[in-house]
């Protein structure tokens, strides 16, 4: 590991209870009452008012750790199906803007519902109605997100037949003028219906987007228990792109977040020739699933219960103990991932104090296999950001030959509601 004598980067950390974890009052006072006033995440297109009266409920309740999803997501449901409401209205009467920005408000009470991930009856539901909204309010927008089934041609029996995806080109992309484009890999807990909040952004700087999600979370169609999963469904996705006429070939870079990294370092790995780039954001590859970090990692950074919620995303369910015991299977050290001898090009960008998954992955990814390129953000936790989404947004304008200004781009990202 990266720390002397063989220890966790942050292991004079790893003990340590972290305050918001003792109630959803504290989450919400400490880490999430600033994100939900910013509408940036996990608060993406949200407005404060929205959650406030949602608050003081949950806050009245007492809710804490452990959860009883169903009661959690109950309480989120009159606001948002009020929301969808005014949303509707608004719609009928011709006001586009407006029913757009109300559609995805819903969305977002409906997405803090089910986070981390729906594990319960109400949070699966949920997660179907808030994707429901969110193809409505960003359908109604200026420049619309599609929503494409993408055939999993290269699936198995037990997966599912389609990879949905959201796509947004630039207005002038054509086959006589193909566009690039950035593949972004969502996390454990955001799925395409938040990441789309990068999509507008690329796309005023004239580069495509598609979100996906990760096997275990969202609508991907790979089995979550499988850890040669995911390259089929890569396979399949990228198959795709290349018969886009709109979409430049060669031209495709993956930009993975959180949990979506480990994807994006395997597949750099299994397919080094299909990609102009692959970033790596915050994600692990071997040591993330150490019994010793698992045992601990549900007290500290993540609002929840990490480790718990990573055992569901696997295909455990709730059996944490089998997933201890089994984890390594998912290493891409041990499965010898790391050390094949082709790798894309690829960025590995973290902040040195990750107390989600551990900076000692990426040291690791740096001592096998074939070169990379790291940038560690120091003293700073998961993903390193603010400062990471710049480094990451100069590296992709390089590597498409664009000139743009990160801090434009970056000004996309919060959502500030009119209505």
Known sequence: MAAPKGGFFIQDKLYKKAPHHESFKQLWETKWKKPCSMGIYPFMFSAIQDFEPIVEKLVESDFKEPYSWDDYAQVYFPKAEELVSQAQRAEQEGNKEKASELYLRASAVYRISRFPAPRSEKQRYAWQEGKKACNKGLGLREHPVHEIEVPHTHGIEGEGRVIPIYHLLPSDASESNPAAVVLIMTGLDGYRTELAVWMEGWRQNGIGSIVVEIPGTGDSPALASDPTSPDRQWSSLLDWIDTQPAIAKGKAC???????????????????????????????????????????????????????????????????????KEAKKFSL??????????????????????????????????????????????????????????????????????????VDQMKTIPFKPKY
């Not at 780039?277 to 500290?300: I, R, S, T």
Request: proline letters at 5%; glycine letters at 10%; aromatic letters at 16%.
């Open 254 to 324: 993956v930009w993975a977040f959180s949990t979506g990294g480990y994807y994006a370092i395997r597949l750099a790995h299994t397919h080094p020739t299909r990609l102009a780039g692959v970033v790596a954001l915050g994600g692990g590859v071997h040591h993330m699933f150490d019994e010793e970090w698992l045992n601990n990692v549900n007290n500290l950074e993540y609002p929840f219960d990490l480790a718990t919620t990573l055992c569901y995303k696997y295909g455990y369910g709730d059996d944490f103990e089998k997933f201890k």
């Open 333 to 406: 050290l041990e499965d010898g991932t790391l050390d094949k001898p082709e790798c894309a090009r690829l960025l590995l960008v973290n902040g040195t104090e990750d107390e989600i998954f551990p900076i000692d992955d990426y040291y690791l990814c740096l001592l096998h296999g074939a070169p990379k390129e790291a940038r560690f953000v120091q003293g700073i936790k998961h993903m390193g950001e603010p400062e990471s989404f710049f480094i990451i947004l100069k590296w992709i304008y390089k590597l498409f030959g664009i000139k743009a200004n990160p």
